[in-house]
Nanobody, 120 residues
Framework: QVQLVESGGGLVQPGGSLRLSCAASGSIFRLLAMNWYRQAPGKERDLVAGVTSGGSTNYADSVKGRFTISRDNDKNTAYLQMNSLKPEDTAVYYC??????????????WGQGTQVTVSS
């Protein structure tokens, strides 16, 4: 079993910054992709950013140039640095991790979510 714990959400004014963290633990043999998704009220959960084990990244068009995803493979932790935040970035942000367990099974795990609110 693989657990993900997110932290770093909160209330910030427009133009401000936040840094989200996602720590993975449990029966992990190898972490492959780590991703951040977000879901605003009444909307679908959408991919925000992703990073592979090799460090390749991808971003939603709406956050390119403002958000940066990174990971520390030694700590099994992913980060999402969010700058120039806008009210439309308000959502619950979820961490997602995919990889191989110690039993050599593929896993696709989700965190509990952390609220990000951008408001003056």
């Amino acid at each position: 079993q693989v657990q993900l714990v997110e932290s770093g959400g909160g209330l910030v004014q427009p133009g401000g910054s936040l840094r989200l963290s996602c720590a993975a633990s449990g029966s992990i043999f190898r972490l492959l992709a780590m991703n951040w998704y977000r879901q605003a009220p009444g909307k679908e959960r959408d991919l925000v950013a992703g990073v592979t084990s090799g460090g390749s990244t991808n971003y939603a068009d709406s956050v390119k140039g403002r958000f940066t995803i990174s990971r520390d493979n030694d700590k099994n932790t992913a980060y999402l640095q969010m700058n120039s935040l806008k009210p439309e970035d308000t959502a619950v942000y979820y961490c997602n991790a995919r990889g191989l367990s110690t039993a050599m099974n593929l896993f696709d795990s989700w965190g509990q979510g952390t609220q990000v609110t951008v408001s003056s």
